[in-house]
Structures are given as C-alpha cells and as structure tokens.
C-alpha cells in the first residue's frame, strides 16, 4: 500500500471543482487521484500518468470510472498528450508528488531497497533504459563519483565511487545487497540518523530514472496544461527537486521587467514557503518527514 502524502493540503491547493479538468502526473497507487475523484461530479475529468506498468496495472480497479483515464507514459510527455486530446491549457489542476511509491520501495525485486536485497535495478519502468547495474558495471569512476556528488551530496563520493570499482573488478555488481556493502564498507563506521547507502540510492536512482530531467520538463509543460485559474501543486521529497520548484515557480510568479507587457505576471504563487506535513502526520507516516509542497495558479 502507499500512503498519499498530504492529502488534504494538496486538495485545498488543487481547490477540486467538480466539473474540472484534472491531470494527476504520478498516479502511483492512486491515493490522490482517488480524492480527486470524490470530488468531481459527472462532468469532471482526472487524467492521471504513471511510467511504471505496476502503477497502471494497480489502477485498472478504476476502470471502470467514466471520468477516468490512466496511461503509461512519462510525465515529460504531458504536452504531447494533452495535445492529442485538445486539452492544453485547459487543466483546472496538475498534480505532480514525486518519487517512488511504497510499493516500489518495499518490493526488493524492483531494486531501489538498501535493506532487503534484491536485483539492482531502481528503473521505475524496467522496460526502459539500462538498469542500475548495467550502469554501475561500466560507467567511468568519475561519472559515478560525480553522480553520487550531484545527485546525493555524498560528500564520501571519491571513496565510495573508487570502491564500487574496485568490487567490480572482482566480479560484477548484481544486488542492492552487495551495493549498501561496499558503501557501508567504504565511509567512515560511526553512528548515523540514516543508513549510510541512503545518499548513494537516491543519487543512483535519479540517474538512472533522470528525475530531475523529468521534472525539468513536467514543471514546464505543466504550467502549459493549466487554463486560467489553474493550479499546478508539486511535493517533492529532497532538497535537488524542491530547489527546482522553487525557482521555477518563483520566476514564474515574478513581475515581467518594464517595459515588458503585460506588467503583472499571470502567475501567482498560493504561499511563499513550502507547506509540510504536521507531526501527526509524519508520526503515522515517516515518508512525509521530508515533503515539500508548493503551488502555483494562473491567475490570467
Ligand atoms: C510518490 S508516488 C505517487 C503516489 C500517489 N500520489 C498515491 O497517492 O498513490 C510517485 C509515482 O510517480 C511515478 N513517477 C515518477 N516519476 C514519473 C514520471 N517522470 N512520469 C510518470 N510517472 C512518474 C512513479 O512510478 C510512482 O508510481
């Protein structure tokens, strides 16, 4: 099961209006797009994407639902899909709630878990791209190093890098249990809020997923998707993304340079500082420790 994060700020930044137009961009096991659904009338309309086959196969029990649709596509597409429809710029709220679902973390076989082995993969549509090893197993020392510096702020990122070469060297790597080894093995043993492959996993996992590409392209093409009065609502899970939101949303938000016309932007921001989840909630569900929400709506 996924528990959806901050489900009711995200509803009152999406203010649902029951015969809206809604695109839910990570329908994961469809927590939020359920909601949405609650408060749409028959009129009302949720297109919902997810890049893994797991998702959308989780999600055929709504079906059924006429105001419905899930399709497996990335969310870099987005454009291209509503496009197809007729419906850019005519989306009354675009959601965005990044990252893995529980269910993706907790299936060893999917390959993004330091605590239960299993085959180290991290792609969230296997049927695309290299997976993990596949990765780890040829990429130059550098680029590791440099993704687990970029991506993971590993500050340990030479050592770790330089041992993952070397236990390839003996033979190549195929589980997450084998990776989470070298790492503990290769940064200094003192005790830890986290387990010291955490950095290492989130690092690897954007590569080979090119999350922050994604997201490059989702906050632009989603901002195309809303019409006015629109609300585009984004939660992030680490510091990388939620800095890109910000910006994004801040330039967006922000006065047109005279002489430019018109003088207001036709964006506004609905609050300046991220909204997180409160003790109770983070209490019942750890994942939402770190989430970050911020929305934006076209005002014009
Ligand atoms: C945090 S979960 C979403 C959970 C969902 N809100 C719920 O309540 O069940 C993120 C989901 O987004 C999907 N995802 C991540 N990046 C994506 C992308 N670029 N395009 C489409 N789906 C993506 C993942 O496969 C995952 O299922």
Same mark, same amino acid.
């Given at each position: 099961m996924h528990t959806p994060v901050m489900l009711a700020q995200t509803l009152e930044a999406l203010a649902v209006a029951p015969a809206g137009f809604y695109v839910d961009c990570t329908f994961g096991r469809g927590g939020h797009s359920r909601a949405i659904l609650e408060r749409l009338g028959p009129? #009302?309309?949720?297109?919902?994407?997810?890049? &893994?086959?797991?998702?959308?196969?989780? #999600?055929?029990?709504?079906?059924?639902?006429?105001?419905?649709?899930l399709i497996h596509e990335r969310f870099s597409h987005l454009e291209a899909v509503?496009?197809?429809?007729?419906?850019? #710029?005519?989306?009354?709220?675009?959601?965005?709630?990044?990252?893995?679902?529980?269910?993706?973390?907790?299936?060893?076989?999917?390959?993004?878990?330091?605590?239960?082995?299993?085959p180290l993969d991290m792609r969230m549509d296997p049927s695309q791209g290299p997976s993990c090893a596949d990765w780890l197993n040829q990429a130059k020392q550098t680029d590791i190093e440099n993704c687990l510096w970029e991506y993971g702020e590993e500050r340990f990122s030479r050592r770790i890098a330089r041992a993952i070469v070397a236990a390839r060297s003996r033979a190549p790597l195929q589980t997450t249990g084998e990776l989470a080894a070298i790492v503990a093995g290769a940064v200094p043993r003192r005790p830890a809020r986290i387990h010291p492959a955490t950095r290492t996993f989130q690092a690897l996992r954007i590569l080979i997923n090119d999350e922050l590409g994604e997201l490059r392209a989702g906050l632009a093409q989603g901002t195309r998707a809303l019409g006015v009065g629109g609300r585009f609502v984004v939660i992030s899970f680490h510091s990388?993304? &939620?800095?890109?939101?910000?910006r994004y949303f801040r330039d967006l938000a922000r006065p047109p340079e005279p002489p430019a016309l018109p003088a207001e932007s036709p964006f506004r921001l609905l609050q300046r500082k991220p909204v997180t989840a409160d003790e109770a909630e983070v209490a019942a569900n750890p994942r939402a420790r770190s989430a970050n929400l911020r929305a934006l709506e076209r005002a014009a």
């Open positions: 009129e #009302g309309r949720l297109l919902a994407f997810d890049r &893994d086959p797991a998702a959308c196969a989780a #999600g055929v029990e709504l079906a059924a639902d006429p105001r419905f649709e509503l496009a197809a429809r007729g419906r850019l #710029g005519t989306a009354s709220g675009v959601l965005m709630d990044l990252g893995v679902s529980s269910p993706q973390l907790d299936d060893p076989a999917r390959g993004f878990s330091f605590s239960a082995s299993g990388l993304e &939620d800095r890109m939101v910000k």
